[in-house]
């Protein structure tokens, strides 16, 4: 029970029925903690990015230029990785030169 006492106090908005905190989650946030002026880009956004232009080129191939769903499939996937293949040579050129393979 004087644990139970103890959080209340620390956490005075929080009770048994709200499991998840939501109530803790409409609070004011910290200013200080909030990134102004920068990108906040990072890796999962550019995965995002590049699932949500491929998926559309697919679509596209499939739908508008009467490909149908396998061959624009193929399609796509032949001019993905077209995209990527200067980056996996250049990265296999370097592996090579360090002797990692």
Do not use: H, R
């Not at 908005?13 to 709200?18: P, Q």
């Not at 796509?76 to 990527?84: E, G, M, N, Q």
């Amino acid at each position: 029970m004087a644990q139970k006492v103890q959080v209340n106090k620390e956490l005075p908005y929080v009770d048994d029925t709200d499991t998840l905190a939501s109530f803790m989650s409409v609070l004011p946030k910290d200013t200080a903690n909030v990134v102004q002026g920068v990108s906040t880009y990072g890796l999962w956004e550019y995965v995002s990015y590049l699932d949500t232009t491929f998926y559309g080129m697919w679509t596209y191939c499939a739908e508008n230029l009467g490909m149908g769903m396998g061959v624009g499939l193929i399609a796509s996937s032949l001019f993905t990785k077209a995209i990527f293949a200067p980056f996996i040579i250049y990265s296999q050129m370097v592996g090579l030169k360090m002797k990692l393979l």
